[in-house]
């Protein structure tokens, strides 16, 4: 695939002309790795102080043009006022970032971005490969709290890739709390997206090789998990409780959903949706839904909005003659109070095939269309 060209010249050296490990942060790495320590750099911590400035010096100080630049930026324990977007931006003549954001933990590291400018994010990496957030927390940016490829585009050349997020918490943000657009590789570990006015997790372009694990998506006013434009791929012990969707879904291409769980959601607990106008951008292997499977996945009490309004389990509307084909192996469902419907498979204007085998619904299938429905 042409997106991975460049992987070739990502150096496998951490270093450079970097701040050594403050005493602060010496207890929280080892002798042989060089930390950049925000403090060291005029940051406080406290609260009160603007950080901003201290913060992006620091994080100059990583972003030399060579191929030796990056290294840890650490936040030690404290609040952080930000009042402007922390932007990484890549080396550009091998895209790689090198850089790892770190803090103390989501509930001692917390980065506040409430004083930012209108519709700014609060961590934004652009284009390129090995790069990580661990350990801190980002509250009430007024755009995306995390935004992974600031600058691609659906359908555009350029890609983040070989990137860890882990054990990050995203709160109360104006727009979604993590955003990828065009990514690979990537891993997206024990983080919770909560209270943020647009969608929890963000998948939107073209994806390979992604990873979650262990990751929530609550009380979202948009969707837990909006994914768009997927392929190899899984996902495995996450849950989307009280958001408007749990999952909504798109073009999706052997996808593998491992004891993930939708509680409470106002609509259905996973959407998926086959259209023309969802496949712009994409390369054709990946448009429709093909070889999507559900194994131990559950639901609860989702259908909030009303009775019987949406599937408690999993909806599938297929159109434009786009099929859907997914399988599912020991799921589980329980309607909300006053509803009665499991599943809801509308094929009026596409196929939908559906593979089921050791499953328990207390509720009912409505189908429409050209439904296929295989059990063992």
Request: hydrophobic letters at 35%.
């Amino acid at each position: 695939m042409e997106r991975r060209k460049f992987l070739g010249a990502v150096p496998l050296v951490i270093g450079g002309s970097l701040a050594m490990v403050s005493s602060e942060s010496s207890a929280q790495t080892q002798a042989s790795t060089i930390w950049t320590n925000v403090k060291d750099f005029g940051a406080t911590g406290n609260g009160v102080t603007d950080d901003t400035a201290a913060i992006q010096a620091a994080i100059s100080s990583l972003q030399q043009n060579n191929d030796y630049r990056g290294g840890v930026l650490y936040f030690p324990a404290g609040q952080y006022i930000c009042s402007a977007t922390l932007a990484f931006t890549s080396y550009a003549t091998g895209d790689v970032h090198n850089i790892i954001v770190r803090g103390d933990g989501p509930q001692c590291t917390y980065l506040d971005f409430t004083a930012a400018s209108s519709g700014s994010a609060g961590l934004t990496f652009n284009f390129g490969a090995q790069f990580g957030v661990e350990d801190i927390m980002i509250n009430g940016a007024p755009g995306d709290g995390v935004l992974v490829g600031a600058g691609n585009t659906v359908g555009g050349s350029t890609y983040c890739s070989l990137f860890t997020i882990r054990n990050v918490r995203v709160q109360n943000c104006g727009n979604n709390g993590f955003a990828f657009i065009n990514a690979y590789m990537g891993t997206v570990e024990e983080c919770w997206s909560t209270g943020n006015n647009g969608i929890g997790f963000l998948f939107n372009g073209y994806h390979t090789s992604i990873k979650a694990s262990r990751c929530w998506a609550s009380n979202n006013t948009g969707i837990g998990w909006s994914l768009n434009g997927m392929t190899y791929s899984s996902f495995i012990s996450c849950g989307a409780d009280n958001n408007l969707w749990g999952y909504a879904m798109t073009n999706m291409v052997g996808i593998a959903f491992v004891s993930c769980g939708a509680e409470s959601n106002k609509n259905d607990g996973w959407l998926m949706e086959t259209s023309t106008s969802s496949t712009t951008g994409l390369p054709s292997e990946v448009v429709d839904i093909h070889g999507m499977t559900f194994t131990s996945c559950s639901s609860y009490f989702n259908s909030q909005a009303g009775e019987n309004a949406y599937a408690s389990h999993i909806a599938a509307l297929a159109t434009n003659n786009r099929p859907i084909e997914f399988k599912m192996s020991g799921n589980t469902s329980f309607c909300n109070t006053g509803s009665s419907v499991s599943m809801v498979l509308n094929a009026t204007s596409g196929p939908i095939t559906v593979y089921d085998e050791l499953s328990y619904f207390n509720g009912s299938w409505v189908t429409s269309g050209t439904v296929t429905h295989k059990t063992f």
